[in-house]
């Protein structure tokens, strides 16, 4: 038996059901088990959206502090590294996650937090930061971020506020002189799949802030607040950031970002395969096996098994995928160039039964699958 085989593991979280590196713990332990000599590299993955972090780290490798969260009350976040590179999740600080349903008003919360947490990140001497903008409470085009950055921004009297969704009309004027001269000399790497642009119908406003508990009738007023920071921004930087296709996510987080330092909107999914250095694991593997909780239609369209197959395939590497259930025809999903799909509802007693024991079916999918690898490999 040849169980010498080169194998990369690399699942998206199984959604309120395992982890990223949990998945990969169990379906490593069911191959080694199998093959003890195969080479079994665990690559951990995420989309670029929320638990990008978990996904990347556990929780003991990260860096925890207080900040302000989306509604100006303190809030414990979370931040890591991969090398010399920051991975900053937006939703730690300013996720809607962090409000009770009665403290949903998109136009009242801040990403003051978010600022926060890059400050620190670069106090410490980061000069490269991930910032992932999915799961927010926020629609204040990052001027929280900014202020908290050193920005001050003033009203027609000159009185300085920190701008949220409802009062974004009110500004008059951004003084950039006071922002933390540090963040001049870094590169942000803004993570996000979503094409939304700032403004307009497909924009942060009248996509996204009645999901975060904005009213149908605020979303003109407010519209028009983003329109009118948008062309502060515009004048003050000379560069026109509301048409840039993702500039909308996070309740346009990234658009002071893109307006005034060095940043640039990249593919969540590629990014993250990009920082773990995941094509440098695929040399010389024999195959790649990923997965998540469902595989559908949508998983085709920059998500994570997507894009592992799309690097895959560059390499001329089979992957195999290992998720929680299949959402549409096999044949149809096997189109975006996965070898195989195995699921675990096919295994399982029921679907609850598939949540709660994840761990355990990876396990032995790996196992079977490992028995067959070596099969075919005598």
């Not at 080169?6 to 332990?29: H, M, N, Q, T, W």
């Not at 000159?158 to 969704?165: A, H, L, Q, V, W």
């Not at 009118?228 to 970002?257: F, M, Q, T, W």
């Not at 920082?275 to 990923?290: M, N």
Request: some cysteine.
């Amino acid at each position: 038996m040849n169980n010498k085989m080169k194998l990369v593991i690399a699942p998206d979280s199984f959604k309120e059901s395992i982890s990223a590196y949990g998945a990969c713990e169990a379906i490593k332990r069911g191959i080694l088990e199998v093959m003890p000599a195969a080479n079994v590299i665990c690559k951990p993955i995420a989309d670029g959206g929320e638990g990008t972090l978990d996904a990347l780290m556990p929780s003991d490798q990260q860096i925890w502090l207080s900040v302000t969260g989306p509604s100006f009350k303190p809030v414990t976040a979370r931040y890591g590294n991969i090398g010399d590179i920051a991975i900053i999740e937006m939703a730690s600080a300013a996720g809607l996650m962090l409000v009770s349903e009665s403290e949903k008003k998109a136009g009242a919360a801040t990403t003051y937090g978010v600022g926060e947490i890059i400050r620190d990140a670069v106090s410490k001497g980061y000069k490269k930061i991930m910032l992932t903008v999915g799961g927010s409470a926020t629609n204040d085009g990052g001027c929280g971020m900014l202020a908290a950055l050193g920005a001050r921004f003033t009203d027609v009297n000159g009185k300085e506020f920190i701008p949220t969704g409802y009062t974004l009309n009110n500004i008059s004027a951004i003084d950039l002189s006071g922002v933390f001269k540090e963040i001049l000399d870094c590169e942000f790497i803004i993570a996000t799949d979503v094409k939304n642009p700032l403004l307009g119908n497909s924009g942060a406003t009248y996509v996204y802030a009645t999901q975060k508990g904005a009213q149908a009738e605020e979303l003109p007023k407010m519209e028009a607040g983003m329109k009118h920071y948008a062309e502060l921004l515009k004048s003050l930087s000379g560069r026109d950031v509301a048409e840039i296709n993702g500039c909308g996510a996070g309740g346009g987080l990234s658009a002071p970002l893109l307006a005034f330092f060095n940043a640039r909107i990249q593919s969540g999914i590629d990014t993250v395969l990009d920082i773990t250095d995941f094509d440098s694991a695929l040399l010389g593997a024999d195959a790649v096996i990923t997965g998540e909780g469902k595989i559908d239609s949508q998983s085709l369209y920059g998500k994570a098994i997507s894009g592992v197959a799309k690097r895959a395939n560059a390499a001329k590497t089979p992957v195999y995928c290992f998720v929680g259930c299949i959402g549409d025809d096999p044949n149809k999903l096997k189109a975006m160039g996965i070898a195989d799909i195995f699921d675990i509802l096919s295994l399982a007693d029921s679907s609850d039964d598939a949540m709660k024991n994840a761990d355990k079916y990876l396990y032995s999918m790996a196992r079977t699958f490992a028995l067959n690898a070596s099969k075919n490999k005598e």
